[in-house]
């Protein structure tokens, strides 16, 4: 079976633009007019599950879909990561709820996957203090070291660093 890598974040972090950058202009989305102008400001939103395909070096592929940002699509977790073999957890860490919401979806996805190995990034600038005290609290939080990486989601290389460490922590 093809590997699953699922992104998750909330509405308007970017995680169709992450998904786009890993995987070209090949991308499925679900992206609809955004009727919720008070949760964000953006034009679209993400209603539904999106696809891509990373082409790995040795001509495999890794399959890779994000999750709505909205909780009423929480529904669609389960089945995304039935088969997945990792999370990237996309936040914005200058936002006063990030540890929070970040510390719950670990933990939701740890019960719905154990073992996942799942990798969070902050797809906000944030000053480098912030990003090493994000990671102490959120491990403490979480009882576990999770990875914090601070990515720019726009940027193809930086993106695929981020799939790099989410392997460096899958378990054998």
């Known amino acids: 079976m093809t590997p699953r890598v699922v992104l998750f974040g909330p509405m308007g972090i970017g995680k169709t633009t992450a998904i786009r950058a890993l995987c070209g202009d090949t991308v499925v989305d679900c992206d609809v007019p955004n009727l919720d102008v008070g949760a964000h400001h953006k034009a679209t939103t ?11 070096s ?36 200058n936002q006063p709820g990030a540890l929070p919401y970040a510390t719950e979806l670990v933990a939701q996805l740890q019960r719905l996957v154990p073992g996942a190995a799942t990798v969070v990034l902050s797809a906000r600038p944030a000053p480098q203090p912030m990003l090493t005290s994000f990671s102490r609290q959120l491990a403490d ?19 695929f660093n981020a799939l790099e460490l989410l392997v460096a922590v899958l378990p054998d």
């Not at 669609?76 to 860490?93: M, P, Y």
Request: contains cysteine; hydrophobic residues 45%.
């Open 141 to 159: 939080h979480a009882g576990m070291a999770i990875p914090v990486l601070a990515v720019d989601v726009r940027e193809p290389d930086q993106m």
């Open 46 to 56: 993400t209603v539904g599950a999106e696809f891509g395909i990373v082409c790995l």
């Open 58 to 93: 040795n001509h495999e592929e890794l399959h890779v879909y994000g999750s709505p940002g909205q909780e009423r699509f929480g529904f669609l977790r389960q089945w995304l990561l039935s088969s997945a073999v990792g999370t990237l957890v996309l936040v914005d860490i």
